[in-house]
């Protein structure tokens, strides 16, 4: 039986109908039409369809749409564009982690949530972070080459983040253009 | 709205201004393989697609060296059928060395053109001129220049390919060679890439397709021809339901949204013939040995039989290759389009052109009505399910008349691509007194084909027979000048349905020749690279193995060992070489590739860990040199997750690996450490470099794990079972499936118990009561709120609602299910209605009805209506609930009539059983406890009624008193577990611990509540917290008696990562299970408690951890929506019911049990429980 339920992806809210019981997965792609979250199993076993929900890495293909509630789902697309890329997507750009790239969705998905709870990960970290994503075309020594520079790369904004706040607080306008 | 169509070749010509390059005119048609606009862009046309590897960029790339332009100038359009020439399918690595030279003499063509007219426009000398980056520029005028642009504006020019064209010299190369960022990672990146997946056409439906039960057999007679019928009424109820398409065995349905076609081919009812055994596919040497085969000799040189005779060492081997899968990570998908005028189909194909031919046969529409537009899809290595899906969408269009898009689910795509064929090779031979080989006699069984498109055959428009194919001879040939060679390819028919799989027959082949050798030379006593030089006569395999072989430190050695160990591990370091050879025998040779590999085998837990590959390739000249490292490292990879661990697994008529558990992948934490030497030879012919270095793993795997242990191992994969057995010196046994049938209820009336408790009955008691007199139904306004307030919460504490809901959801309104060893009861309507519930009763009906079980009209009422619990209830209680009851809506419907079988049917023997067991004393509170204690025992013990699933019942049915109170019962198919100091929980349930489970839903040393449970919990929300306090105090009271577990969390946990190792010896398959199926969730940090926590991994029935994975778990959020609970699991557990079969089950189980309650003795007869679980109608 359809019902009507309000949710928040990628900053926006969106009304939808749809079963409660439907995988959030299938109103991401058919309703709000977005394609970065993947079809690869519908079981969980696979994280193509990753998605953030309060920043967690999850699996769409198992959220029935009813337990979303009023947590905010991100999308691939959510993170950023091609004019405006979130720090791990230009890793995996500038690594080249893709071959078919079905499964990049949800590498990309994951190593945002794992540099968000350790900002810098181990080797063995990322490998067990990444345990549960599949990739089939053997691309994960390039993927483990991005997840390890996007730690570089989401550090470093951090600090010119930190360092903006702190020239701002300081008035001292000027020690940002030697920060970048 | 993603809509991608390509430009049809008339569009593309149909340009004013424009210069196009196209084929010679061959039967009256030119094909289309360049053009440039007058903007100077140019658009080069390929029939060849992407599969994942990087193509695109490539041919890019020599489009644009051979024009002089930019890169970013050149755009390419692979396979659209509407315009790209057709080049057959995308195999054998050919792209770059065949279908890459056409475009190249276009490109070239098109740049003797361009710079001739701009000679003849400035009457200058052709050879004054030079061209750069799409501008034309003499070396001496130097304000004088044309662009591309300028040469093609103001006129429209077709130009046949010149084959005499000349090309650049590879001298001048300045973008093929030097690495470029492949195009479509940036958009891949953001979710901008259109895949085949993510095609939306306007109007467009949604299907699914129901498979027959043969699962991955695709020839006999009965293919085709196994439907009998469908029951389109089990259906009729699924919202948006558009169609339900049978034709022959082909069976679809389409509905509006994509969640709704889902629904519907899960529920859709098919009967169909069972499928017929096959033999056995997963041990299969003696398959392949009984498939009928015609020997076809390659090679015979010397003198075979002679010199085997006298061999001085004679080696006879068997080498066996297991069934294995593409296994892309997406299942296939696409969209069709039919109308009358004709047929366009988005498609993943691998064969654009083959396709299209499929689907005219498929429609009986002529090719030319018909367009395949090609999209990228997850990426394939060989024949995956893309066409049969395209021909799924296309026959499910034309039936419904609208545009439709498949997708394919995991198991279907798992069960059904063609697989990789099992290859059994025989090599006889030995040592010559000398220590050289004496002979090399070696036969190869391949059963494959090119897999017809499925549809074509369940549809019956082909017939259900198996070609055979000549493609079991790749690299047959060995690389050694063995003086007395033979080689005999036995082709075959598929077995299993089968196509081509990376590295096709070659890599079986290669693993045999290079054990072979291998062998050899350590019979010889001789170091494996200098034994194979010996023998190796091609200078660049001669060079390349040289170079690999001081890439990596080589050590020459003559025997297994040197590498030593330390604790349980062993180390090894083995070496492989070959040359992929693809194409009709003799076949063409793509990149020559070797393998040096250092591998540390576990001796007690039979792990092989691939810590490092050191590859060399032999590539030619490189296009895109990075291209070319990720071909590599992406070969290495997935060659070394097929060498150590994938297999599919089959029962006796289909395939059963349908998921990740089942089929099981390398993870990150397994991947190698990879060094990869790439020989520069950018002055010879590139060469394809798609499958090269898959070839050598498998043989250079086995060779290190020979150099580690002194053990060789001849059949993958190498799982831990089987490098333990071969360690332990034997084979390992498979253990035989259990089919034994058995008593469907374990607790099951015994015949003669039951006889004689019947007559006791029929000699107790007066079994007749009488009717009450219907009432006009009560004005539920005579009742306060504070009444019908005291009302609710009491339905509350008793979870009215959990039994009496509606089947379609409606309060009170009744038909649930409950299977009991009596037969099936089904809830009563209890809403005020008059016709159908409760609506007519008075108080004193009802409170009869709810103390002594006597229905209004004085028929004895079954004790699955616990009223021998709400007996002792208060009066007040009985009397709010009444009046509550009476502010329900009514139901007019009549729920399904329990209807016990003889002699249970007969109502009126519960007299006799009240007598025994009915207790209608009221409620005894106890004095010595305190207030809190005495509430919560009356709400488990009366209205709560926890002891009527809690408790054990006895043969009639009646709860079991004493200690068995609350010491666990089952009822709806589940567990209800003890509630008292005999809980199997590992960790002591605490008062806190039942306050958070009752609240919320969850503990955080237990788990979260699944099943009736988690309905029984959402239905106690209502009630105030101090009641479920005093539930939990009163029940932590009671499991404290005589508790002596003093374990805590961390200590259960932590036994059971110490049982890990231990469990995956004991259920190897099992472990694989858990890590592909349930590791991703229930492993790690996440929301959910470890299983170690978990009561049911720890009771002596596995009933509920069966239900858990038949029928999955709903996610703890939306029981937590009423409770309130914050941070719960937003995922659900989906049910494996229709993804893993009894057998995995079984394994899994095994698993569980080893690993979370080690210690605990193993669970007999899984088999049984299973059955009586999954009878159980929800």
């Known amino acids: ?180 | 709205m993603t809509v991608d169509r390509e430009t049809s070749r008339d569009a593309q010509l149909s340009g004013e201004e424009l210069l196009a390059v196209l084929s010679p005119v061959v039967n009256g048609e030119e094909e289309l393989y360049l053009t440039i606009g007058s903007d100077g862009l140019v658009t080069a046309f390929n029939g060849h697609v992407d599969l994942g590897t990087g193509i695109r960029t490539s041919l890019a790339q020599i489009v644009a060296e051979e024009l002089c332009v930019p890169f970013e100038q050149v755009q390419m359009v692979l396979g659209a059928t509407s315009v790209a020439p057709n080049q057959g399918a995308t195999i054998a690595s050919e792209t770059i060395q065949v279908t890459a030279m056409p475009l190249r003499l276009a490109a070239a063509t098109a740049r003797a053109f361009l710079l001739e007219k701009a000679a003849r426009l400035h009457g200058l000398p052709v050879e004054s001129l030079v061209v750069e980056d799409g501008i034309i520029r003499t070396a001496t005028l130097e304000n004088w220049s044309l662009t591309f642009a300028d040469l093609v504006s103001g006129d429209h020019v077709r130009l046949a390919i010149d084959p005499d064209a000349s090309l650049k010299p590879v001298s001048d190369y300045r973008i093929v060679g030097t690495s470029h960022p492949r195009v479509d990672i940036p958009q891949k990146a953001t979710g901008r890439w259109t895949y085949v997946h993510d095609v939306r056409v306007p109007g467009m439906l949604h299907g699914r397709v129901v498979r027959p039960p043969y699962a991955g057999f695709d020839h006999g007679e009965h293919v085709g021809t196994s439907l009998i019928s469908i029951d389109e009424a089990s259906v009729a109820d699924v919202a948006g339901l558009v169609a339900v398409v049978a034709i022959g065995d082909f069976v679809g349905v389409v509905a509006t949204r994509e969640e709704n076609a889902a629904l519907a081919a899960k529920k859709l009812k098919v009967l169909w013939r069972a499928a017929p055994e096959r033999p056995d596919l997963n041990a299969p040497e003696e398959a392949l040995r009984a498939n009928p085969s015609t020997p076809r000799k390659l090679a015979d040189r010397g003198n075979v039989d002679l010199a085997l005779a006298g061999a001085a060492t004679a080696m006879d081997r068997t080498y066996v290759w297991p069934y294995q899968m593409h296994a892309s990570i997406g299942p296939s998908c696409a969209v069709a389009d039919f109308r009358e005028e004709g047929l366009t189909v988005w498609s993943g194909t691998q064969n654009p052109f083959p396709m299209r031919r499929d689907l005219s046969i498929l429609l009986d529409m002529p090719e030319d009505r018909i367009v395949v537009e090609r999209l990228e899809a997850a990426g394939c290595y060989g024949r995956n399910c893309a066409d049969d899906v395209t021909a799924d969408a296309a026959l499910l269009s034309r039936a419904v008349n609208a545009p439709v898009r498949v997708q394919l689910t995991r198991e279907q795509e798992h069960a059904w691509e063609p697989k990789g064929a099992a290859q059994v090779i025989d090599v006889r031979g030995g040592l010559d007194i000398d220590g050289g080989p004496s002979a090399y006699d070696f036969e190869t069984r391949y059963p494959s084909n090119l897999a017809p498109t499925l549809p074509l055959i369940l549809t019956g428009k082909i017939p259900a027979a198996p070609d055979t194919l000549q493609m079991g001879d790749r690299t047959a040939i060995p690389p050694y000048a063995y003086g007395n060679l033979r080689v005999t390819v036995h082709d075959m028919p598929p077995i299993a349905r089968a196509s081509w799989f990376r590295g096709v027959s070659a890599m079986p082949n290669t693993f045999a020749h290079e054990s072979y050798v291998d062998e050899l030379a350590t019979a010889a006593g001789v170091d494996p690279i200098e034994y194979r030089l010996r023998y190796l006569q091609d200078p660049r395999a001669i060079d390349l193995v040289h170079a690999v072989a001081e890439r990596a430190n080589w050590v020459p050695h003559t025997k297994p060992g040197t590498l030593g160990g330390e604790g349980d591990l062993l180390y090894g370091r083995g070496f492989a070489y070959a040359v992929y050879v693809h194409g009709k025998f003799p076949g063409t040779a793509a990149a020559w590739a070797a393998w040096v590999t250092d591998v540390a085998v576990n001796r007690r837990t039979g792990e092989i860990a691939v810590t490092k590959v050191i590859c060399a390739q032999d590539s030619g000249l490189m296009i895109n040199p990075d291209g070319v490292r990720h071909q590599i490292h992406g070969n290495i990879i997935q060659s070394t997750s097929r060498v150590l661990k994938e297999k599919v697994d089959f029962s006796s008529t289909a395939v059963t690996s349908k998921e990740w558990g089942g089929y099981s992948l390398i993870t990150f934490p397994d991947v190698p450490e990879i060094d990869v030497l790439m020989i520069p030879r950018p002055n010879e012919p590139p060469l394809g470099v798609g499958e090269s270095a898959s070839v050598p793993s498998a043989a250079a795997i086995a060779n290190a794990v020979f150099d580690a242990t002194g053990i060789r191992f001849r059949e993958l994969p190498l799982t831990p079972e089987r490098v333990l057995a071969g360690l332990n010196g034997g084979g390992q046994a498979e253990k035989p499936v259990q089919r034994k049938r058995s008593a469907w209820w374990k607790f099951g009336l015994p015949i003669a118990g039951g006889l004689a408790a019947v007559t006791g009955l029929l000699t107790m008691g007066s079994p007749w009561r009488p009717a009450i007199s219907p009432i006009e139904r009560p004005d539920a306004n005579v009742y306060s709120s504070v009444t019908i307030e005291r009302g609710r919460l009491v339905a509350a504490a008793g979870a009215c609602n959990v039994c009496h809901i509606g089947t379609d959801g409606l309060a009170f309104a009744g038909g649930r299910r409950f299977d009991t060893p009596f037969g099936a009861v089904y809830a009563t309507n209890i809403t005020p209605d008059v016709e159908n519930g409760i609506g007519g009763w008075s108080y004193p009906a009802f409170e009869r009805a709810m103390r002594q079980g006597v229905s209004r009209d004085g028929h004895h009422l079954y004790p699955a209506h616990p009223y021998t619990s709400f007996a002792g209830a208060e009066d007040a209680d009985l009397q709010a609930l009444y009046a509550y009851m009476t502010t329900q809506a009514p139901v007019s419907e009549k729920p399904t009539e329990t209807k016990l079988k003889f002699p249970f049917g007969i109502r009126a023997l519960m007299a006799g059983w009240n007598a025994m067991f009915l207790k209608t004393a009221p409620f005894q509170y106890n004095k010595a406890e305190d207030a809190e204690w005495n509430r919560g025992a009356y709400l488990v013990e009366t209205l709560g009624h926890c002891s009527a699933c809690h408790t054990q019942r006895n043969v009639l049915g009646a709860e079991k008193g004493g200690k068995a109170f609350l010491s666990g019962g089952f009822a709806d198919g589940w567990e209800a577990p003890a509630l008292n100091a005999s809980a199997k929980s590992p960790v002591s349930w605490t008062e806190q611990a039942f306050y958070d489970y009752l609240r919320s839903g969850h503990a955080r040393d237990h788990g979260s509540a699944a099943g009736p449970m988690a309905d029984v919990i959402s239905a106690l929300a209502p009630l105030p917290d101090a009641d479920i306090r005093a539930m939990a105090a009163y029940l932590a009271k009671g499991s404290a008696t005589v508790a002596e577990k003093s374990a805590t969390a961390e200590m259960v946990v932590a036994a059971s990562v110490a049982a890990q190792a231990d469990a995956a010896r004991l259920a190897p398959k099992g472990a694989r299970i858990f890590e592909g199926a349930c590791a991703s969730c229930h492993t790690g940090t996440n929301a959910l408690s470890s299983l170690a926590l978990n009561s049911n991994l720890h009771s002596d029935s596995p009933d509920n951890l069966l239900q858990a994975i038949l029928n999955g778990v709903e996610a703890p959020a939306i029981l937590a929506q009423t409770t309130g609970r914050e941070t719960p699991e937003i995922m659900s557990m989906p049910g494996f019911r229709d993804t893993l079969d009894e057998q995995q089950i079984a394994d899994l189980a095994a698993y569980l049990r080893a690993r979370f309650a080690p210690g605990k003795a193993s669970w007999d007869g899984i088999g049984d429980v299973l059955r009586r679980v999954g009878s159980v109608v929800h």
Request: net charge neutral; hydrophobic share 40%; charged share 20%.
């Open chain 1, 1 to 180: 039986m359809s019902e009507v339920f309000r949710i928040d992806v990628n900053g926006s809210t969106h009304t939808v109908e749809a079963d409660p019981k439907t995988p959030l997965l299938y109103i991401l792609r058919n309703d709000l039409a977005l394609n970065g979250p993947k079809f690869g199993c519908g079981l969980g076993e696979c994280g193509a369809c990753s998605v953030l929900i309060d920043e967690r890495a999850v699996r769409a293909c198992t959220i029935p749409l009813l337990a979303v509630g009023s947590r905010r789902v991100t999308t691939l697309e959510g993170l950023g564009d091609e004019g405006n890329l979130h720090p791990v997507q230009q890793a995996f750009i500038d690594a080249a982690a893709a071959q078919c790239g079905y499964c990049l969705n949800g590498m990309i998905i994951a190593t945002v949530a794992l540099l968000k709870r350790n900002p810098t990960p181990g080797e063995a970290d990322i490998r067990e972070e990444l345990r549960h994503n599949l990739c089939r075309c053997g691309t994960h020594i390039e993927i483990l080459a991005a997840v390890r520079r996007a730690a570089g790369l989401s550090q470093a904004a951090e600090q010119r983040k930190t360092g903006r706040r702190a020239a701002i607080v300081e008035g001292a306008a000027g020690t940002l253009e030697r920060q970048q």
